[in-house]
């Protein structure tokens, strides 16, 4: 997120006076999964920066305006969670801001309720002008907000997204059933082949330990007795391992301190992705355009097996 203030013309005013408008910037990832590259383009951060600045400084009374700018990269526009759009919002509502400037309507949202109620209601309660440029849409002008253009576009851009997100999910699923490791990280004991980042190889150190823990299992050794084993030879947790590797995963650990544990070994136990088999899909959002997820039915798991060296 990007929350930057840029002063106005010199002689303008003070800054207690003076206008105080936002540029609200997004993109998503859902474009350049979806192979619209040429449109992602065209919705990148530096190009709807260029496109809103240059538009404040042709609008006179814009121009000498207090700029504050906020950026959601990354983020789906189905989702009103965005953290610099609330920011955002916040501010509105505390009346520190006055003005409000997207490349387009997508960019503010693409939850077609949502968006409506804002651009019809919230923001004329609050007093603050929306503007939309690329929409030729401005709230200053009456009625516009209500208008039939206004509501068919937002109800476009809400199918449009609904439609993105199908596809993505739809080429994700493809790319898991032929084989490809969608995971953002590697599975303690693999991790990406440098030559190609959709195939796991294994990792010398901790394949060792995955294979022991196997090993150990195989002998009947349950796995409370396997953690308590692991410990006492100071073996570093999955979690310290890639700690110490440099991975940027974050984990929860209770207390300062992290142990194996039985559910750490049964959770290696029972992962199919060590006998050489790629899983997708074990969890999905449940919403589109939202962040939280559950827990999808094992048999509807996607399973690729043969993919990589089982441990």
């Known amino acids: 997120m990007i929350n930057a203030e840029r002063s106005g013309a010199a002689g303008a005013g003070t800054a207690s006076t003076r206008l105080t408008a936002a540029m609200y910037l997004r993109i ?7 192979g619209h590259s040429t449109k992602m383009e065209s919705d990148s951060i ?3 920066r260029s496109l809103l600045s240059a538009f404040i400084s042709r609008t006179p009374e814009l121009e000498s305006a207090n ?3 906020f950026c959601d990269d990354g983020w789906s526009g189905k989702n009103f969670e965005r953290p610099a759009v609330r920011e955002m919002l916040e501010q509105a509502r505390n009346g520190n801001i006055q003005c409000i400037l997207v490349k387009d309507l997508s960019r503010f949202g693409r939850d077609y309720l949502e ?4 651009i019809s209601r919230i923001f004329p309660f609050l007093g603050i002008r929306f503007i939309a440029v690329n929409d030729h849409f401005d709230s200053s002008r009456g009625l516009e907000a209500d208008s039939l253009e206004t509501s068919f576009k937002t109800l476009f851009h809400d199918i449009y997204s609904r439609d993105i997100s199908r596809k993505v999910r739809e080429a994700k699923r493809f790319r898991a059933e032929r084989g490809e490791f969608m995971g953002s990280f590697a599975p303690y004991g693999y991790v990406k082949d440098p030559k190609d980042k959709k195939h796991l190889t294994p990792d010398p150190e901790a394949a060792e330990v995955v294979r022991r823990i196997f090993r150990m299992a195989g002998e009947k050794r349950d796995s409370t007795e396997i953690a308590r084993t692991l410990n006492a030879g100071c073996v570093p947790t999955p979690m310290q391992y890639k700690e110490a590797a440099g991975c940027p995963r974050t984990w929860l650990c209770a207390g ?3 142990f194996w544990t039985k559910d750490t070994v049964n959770t290696i136990l029972r992962d199919e992705r060590y006998t050489g088999t ?3 899909g074990r969890r999905m959002c449940d919403e589109i355009g939202k962040n939280h997820q559950v827990s999808v039915p094992r048999a509807e798991w996607i399973r690729a097996p043969g993919c990589h060296e089982g441990l």
């Open 256 to 258: 300062e301190r992290n």
């Open 278 to 280: 790629n899983v997708f």
């Open 28 to 34: 998503s990832s859902e474009d350049s999964d979806a």
């Open 115 to 118: 968006v409506g109620n804002y």
């Open 67 to 69: 700029i504050l700018e």
């Open 46 to 48: 530096a190009n709807q």
